[in-house]
């Protein structure tokens, strides 16, 4: 494979994807709107701004690079709470978009397509893990969308005038990190998840608050699965370079859903103790009752991303946290602030 389109490849997931794909000698062809990616993060790369759902745009993106050979779709908006005030825009921006792009990537001969899904769309198990056959509910507007487009990208592959079309859904986890080599990583300085959380308390010298401490898991707080964002990136690599195995251009079933996780569950108290590890200090820790629309959380079983893509997790905590302090600095610096 020689060039892919990367749909939101200046944001935290899809501009790590892009480096990988540099990396591994295939070219990325950027499409991203910059309403939340960053122009820095595709100063040296091949960019368009501008939508997914502009038709003539994506004609255009074709006509110029013939030889892409399949699209990458990371755009969306993502913020959760946002989507409970805002549904309607969530809506349009994440399933009715992204149905215009599915238009123009049919036309266009694109057949091959990985999907950014989220395990924020799992329903709660009694042992926090999923596997791909494990119910889903989700319970946000934004996981909806998620979801929703699921279940519209099996339908497509099954309609007419679709016998080409393939879809690969890859499920992420919980991304930490950056990239290692520090090309990209994370927009916001202060983040809204735990890491995120950790981070500022560590550099303010806040205390951290556990919230949520009466959950069924081993400790009481809530349960996630974080993944390396270079692990994911590489997990995108991987389905590319395997498409056609994965899913064959004759296969009955041409969508397909695969885990990104690392098969393991962390527990936020068992974070903070790997964060206080490996920063080497300790911190003013709190608990709390859950926030409104909080939950358990769950993990990954990554058998089949292991059997399927021939990919296994490289990178730990420790590895995820050292790579968000240093991408953290670096982006401040570059930043000014
Ligand atoms: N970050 C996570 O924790 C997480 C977890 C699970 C799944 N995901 C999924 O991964 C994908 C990437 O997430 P991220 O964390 O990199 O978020 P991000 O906001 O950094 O990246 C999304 C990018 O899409 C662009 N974009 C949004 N709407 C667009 C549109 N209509 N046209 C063109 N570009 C548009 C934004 O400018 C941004 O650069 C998303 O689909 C998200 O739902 C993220």
């Known amino acids: 494979m020689k060039k892919v389109l990367i749909t939101g490849g200046a944001g935290f997931i899809g501009s790590t994807v892009a480096s990988a794909l540099l990396d591994r000698g295939i070219t990325p062809v950027v499409l991203d709107d910059l309403s939340k990616g960053r122009a820095e993060f595709v100063e040296?790369?091949?960019f368009y701004r501008g939508d997914v759902a502009d038709a003539a745009?994506?004609?255009r993106i074709f006509a110029e690079h013939p030889d892409i050979e399949a699209a990458v779709h990371c755009a969306a908006k993502i913020v959760v709470p946002e989507s409970v005030a805002k549904p309607l825009y969530y809506y349009r921006e994440n399933v009715a978009k992204t149905i215009d792009l599915l238009d123009s990537l049919q036309r266009l001969g694109c057949t091959r397509v990985v999907f950014s899904s989220s395990a924020s769309i799992y329903a709660p198990t009694p042992d926090a893990r999923v596997d791909e056959s494990s119910p889903v509910d989700a319970n946000s507007p934004y996981a909806r969308t998620k979801q929703m487009m699921e279940q519209v990208l099996q339908d497509w592959t099954r309609g007419e005038g679709a016998e080409h079309q393939r879809v690969?859904?890859?499920r992420y986890f919980n991304p930490i990190g950056a990239d290692p080599r520090l090309r990209t990583g994370l927009q916001d300085l202060n983040p809204s998840h735990a890491l995120g959380k950790l981070i500022e308390a560590h550099s303010t010298g806040a205390p951290f608050t556990v919230t949520g401490v009466e959950w069924a898991t081993r400790d009481g707080s809530g349960i996630r699965d974080y993944v390396h964002?270079?692990?994911?990136?590489?997990?995108h690599v991987a389905a590319l370079l395997r498409f056609d195995e994965v899913v064959a251009p004759d296969a009955a079933d041409r969508y397909r859903v695969i885990n990104v996780g690392?098969?393991?569950?962390?527990?936020?108290?068992?974070?903070v103790t790997a964060f206080e590890q490996a920063v080497g200090a300790e911190l003013d820790v709190r608990e709390a009752g859950p926030r409104p629309g909080d939950v358990i959380g769950c993990y990954a079983?990554?058998?089949t991303?292991?059997?399927?893509?021939?990919w296994q997790p490289r990178r730990g905590i420790a590895e995820g946290v050292a790579?968000?302090?240093?991408w953290r600095a670096k982006w401040a610096a570059r930043l000014g602030v």
């Not at 690392?262 to 974070?271: K, M, S």
């Not at 991303?305 to 021939?310: D, F, P, T, Y």
């Not at 790579?323 to 240093?326: G, S, T, V, Y």
């Open 44 to 46: 040296d790369r091949i």
């Open 57 to 59: 745009l994506l004609d």
């Open 168 to 170: 690969i859904t890859l």
């Open 229 to 235: 964002v270079q692990d994911l990136a590489e997990a």
């Open 262 to 271: 690392t098969g393991d569950g962390t527990t936020v108290r068992e974070l």
């Open 301 to 303: 079983a990554v058998d």
């Open 305 to 310: 991303a292991r059997e399927l893509l021939g």
């Open 323 to 326: 790579d968000a302090l240093a």
